[in-house]
């Protein structure tokens, strides 16, 4: 159980153009999602929050406005990564925490790799 | 102020080593969690373990173990005989109760060599 998968697992775009990561819980219903960048041999770090039926909430840094966060259903969050350039190529990870889990548990997707030319 | 320290970067070990991965977190919660990731070379998560704050027991799983010390918040990790399929990134990490945000530290590159 506690499955979360994502879609594309890599994806290698030109620069300017638009892309959509997809984040789906399978087995379980997520109210809140969260995703993670990871730039080569650095660590996690948490982009934003996303909550069901609401707007996501950004950390600080991140330009919401480059970063789409929709989180249309209790079982899919996308990050839409808009005008991508090169510094945004990156490893873009969400995790999903279960609805009627433990709120300390937060369940990890496989990732996906994004390369911009 | 939330924050978790690796301070070993990388560690190179021969198989059938024991090796010890330190991690230092600061937080001013009185209730939280931490937890310890593995991260292959495929990139994906591999969860290990997740601790409370108020349970300082350590914990042994086959050839890992856990020492959690809340005197001196530190959360180390133990491989025992240590093998080749070992070799990963770990990440120890930090979970508020306050805020449910993960907290990493920036991680620890274990090669075992053969």
């Known amino acids: 159980g506690a499955v979360v998968s994502q879609h594309p697992s890599w994806v290698i775009c030109k620069s300017g153009t638009s892309v959509k990561i997809e984040c789906r819980s399978l087995?379980?219903?997520?109210?809140?999602m969260f995703w993670y960048r990871q730039f080569p041999k650095q660590s996690l770090m948490l982009m934003a929050t996303s909550n069901e039926g609401s707007k996501a909430t950004y950390e600080q840094g991140v330009e919401k406005d480059k970063f789409l966060i929709n989180h249309a259903s209790l079982t899919l969050s996308t990050l839409t990564v808009t005008s991508a350039h090169p510094e945004d190529s990156s490893f873009y990870i969400c995790s999903a925490r279960d609805f009627g889990g433990s709120l300390n548990e937060q369940f990890f997707g496989p990732g996906t790799r994004l390369t911009v030319l | 102020a939330q924050k978790v320290t690796q301070a070993q970067t990388e560690i190179s070990v021969v198989e059938k080593e024991d090796v010890t991965l330190d991690c230092v977190y600061e937080t001013r919660d009185t209730t939280y969690y931490l937890f310890w990731y593995k991260q292959p070379p495929s990139g994906e998560l591999v969860f290990l373990i997740r601790r409370n704050s108020f349970d300082e027991q350590n914990e042994i799983s086959g050839r890992y173990s856990w020492n959690f010390q809340k005197s001196t918040s530190s959360f180390n990790f133990t491989i025992t005989a240590s093998q080749v399929v070992d070799s990963a990134v770990y990440f120890c990490?930090?979970?508020?109760?306050?805020?449910?945000?993960?907290?990493f530290g920036q991680g620890t590159t274990l090669q075992v060599k053969p």
């Open positions: 087995d379980f219903q997520a109210t809140t």
């Open positions: 990490a930090l979970l508020s109760s306050n805020t449910g945000k993960l907290i």
